[in-house]
């Protein structure tokens, strides 16, 4: 089945400095990879995903990257601001072969703390 | 407000007490889903809904069992729990189970099972 590395696990920036979250995926037919944010005591967000027929997304501040032949993916933010601390997933999914439903795999997360 | 509503929050429980987790939502979602999540694992799968009456194991199954009556609510029963299940709990829902979109995600329930 698919596997989905995330690193690092922890990271630390100072405020309005860039943060980057990488992930790789191991399943070359996964072709639809979301980045959840989950803030203290809430449920993780969909903050930004992409799918396999593009290399880049930007929204704002965010920005995701996807290299399909080294099957890796990342999570950018620019001038990171407190309530950017969070922590953030990494997801990969496919859909079978034999049809059904698209399996999702997430990452173990990123815990990211922006230092005011 | 599109939602996706998790009861109880927190539960303190005893090994063996059967309980029930609600999940409802008010999207008109077809897809819904049961994750836990643990210090260094994540988020895992444990069973998930295609729709009404369809419900199928995910990646953690044993000792839960999940009910899809209606399209709105899916709870998860643990007939039997142990400490091991100690956990936080998320609900989520989506629009599309191909996976054309992405989870709506409930605020989670923290069990605790002495």
């Known amino acids: 089945g698919e596997n989905v590395e995330q690193h690092p696990s922890t990271l630390s920036v100072q405020e309005g400095d860039s943060a980057v979250i990488k992930c790789t995926y191991s399943d070359s037919a996964s072709n639809y990879f979301p980045w959840y944010k989950q803030e203290l005591g809430k449920g993780p967000q969909l903050i930004i995903d992409i799918r396999s027929n593009v290399g880049e997304k930007k929204d704002q501040r965010i920005a995701v990257t996807l290299n399909k032949t080294a099957k890796h993916f990342s999570l950018h933010i620019t001038e990171t601001q407190p309530e950017d601390s969070a922590v953030y997933f990494c997801?990969?999914?496919?859909?079978?072969?034999?049809?059904?439903?698209?399996?999702?795999?997430f990452g173990i997360g990123t815990k990211l703390q922006v230092i005011p | 407000e599109a939602q996706v509503t998790q009861n109880p929050r927190y539960l303190i429980t005893v090994t063996g007490k059967k309980l029930t987790v609600t999940c409802s939502q008010n999207?008109?979602?077809?897809?819904m889903s049961w994750y836990r999540q643990d210090p260094g694992l994540g988020l895992r799968q444990i069973y998930y809904s295609m729709n009404v009456e369809v419900t199928d194991k995910g990646d953690v199954p044993e000792g839960y069992k999940v009910s899809r009556k209606e399209k709105r609510n899916f709870p998860l029963i643990l007939e039997s729990p142990s400490p091991n299940q100690t956990s936080l709990y998320f609900c989520?829902?989506?629009?599309?189970?191909?996976?054309?979109?992405?989870?709506?995600f409930g605020s989670g329930t923290r069990l605790t099972v002495v």
């Open positions: 999207m008109n979602h077809e897809y």
């Open positions: 997801a990969a999914s496919r859909r079978p072969h034999s049809g059904g439903y698209q399996k999702v795999t």
């Open positions: 989520a829902s989506s629009l599309d189970p191909m996976g054309n979109y992405g989870y709506t």
